[in-house]
C-alpha cells in the first residue's frame, strides 16, 4: 500500500484581491512617473532660463564687439574706393589739378564717413559693431554722388583757393 498524500491546489485568489494588488502597483508606478515628470518640468524650466540668460549675452556680445582692425582696414578701403569714385562722378570728365582731385576725394571721403556714422549710430566708425560690418561694406558700396545734396558736395573755401593760386601759376 503506498501512502499517498494528497496534494492541495493552492487557494486561488479572489478576483477583487487581484485587482487590489493591481491598482497598488499602478498606484507606485503613477507615483515613480509623476517624480519623473516633475524632474522633466523641473530640468525644461531651468533650461528656459538659461536659455533666455545665453540670448541676452549673446544680444549683448553681438551688439558691443566692434569692428575688427582687418574690418575697419577693408572699410576705409572701400570708403577710400567709393571717394575716387564720387569724384570722378562729380567732375564728370573735367580736368583739374591733383591738389584739386585731392581736396575733392577728401571732401568725399568726410561726407562718407559721416553717412556711416549716422546710418549706424556712432560717433566713429570703428565702432561699427561686428555683426553689422556686411551691411556697413553694402551701404557703402550703395552710395552714390545723388545722394548727396548740392550744399554737402558745393566747393570748399580750400578748393577755390587751389583754383585760384594754379590759374595764377598758369
Not at 63 to 78: K, V
Request: net charge neutral; with cysteine; aromatic share 8%.
Amino acid at each position: 500500500m503506498s501512502t499517498q498524500t494528497a496534494i492541495m491546489p493552492a487557494p486561488k485568489q479572489n478576483g477583487l484581491e487581484i485587482v487590489y494588488k493591481t491598482l497598488g502597483l499602478q498606484t507606485e508606478q503613477a507615483e515613480a512617473l509623476k517624480k519623473i515628470v516633475k524632474e522633466v518640468i523641473d530640468i525644461k524650466e531651468e533650461q528656459l532660463v538659461l536659455y533666455q540668460k545665453t540670448n541676452e549675452r549673446f544680444d549683448y556680445i553681438e551688439n558691443t564687439i566692434t569692428l575688427r582692425d582687418s574690418e575697419c582696414t577693408e572699410l576705409q578701403r572701400a570708403v577710400m574706393l567709393k571717394a575716387s569714385e564720387l569724384v570722378k562722378d562729380f567732375l564728370y570728365g573735367q580736368s583739374v589739378s591733383q591738389n584739386y582731385y585731392s581736396s575733392k576725394k577728401g571732401q568725399f571721403i568726410r561726407l562718407v564717413y559721416k553717412r556711416i556714422k549716422s546710418r549706424f549710430n556712432v560717433h566713429k566708425y570703428t565702432l561699427v559693431t561686428h555683426v553689422e560690418f556686411g551691411k556697413a561694406m553694402e551701404f557703402v558700396n550703395d552710395i552714390k554722388l545723388n545722394d548727396f545734396s548740392e550744399v554737402e558736395t558745393r566747393e570748399t573755401v580750400k578748393q577755390i583757393e587751389i583754383k585760384q593760386l594754379e590759374d595764377n601759376n598758369d
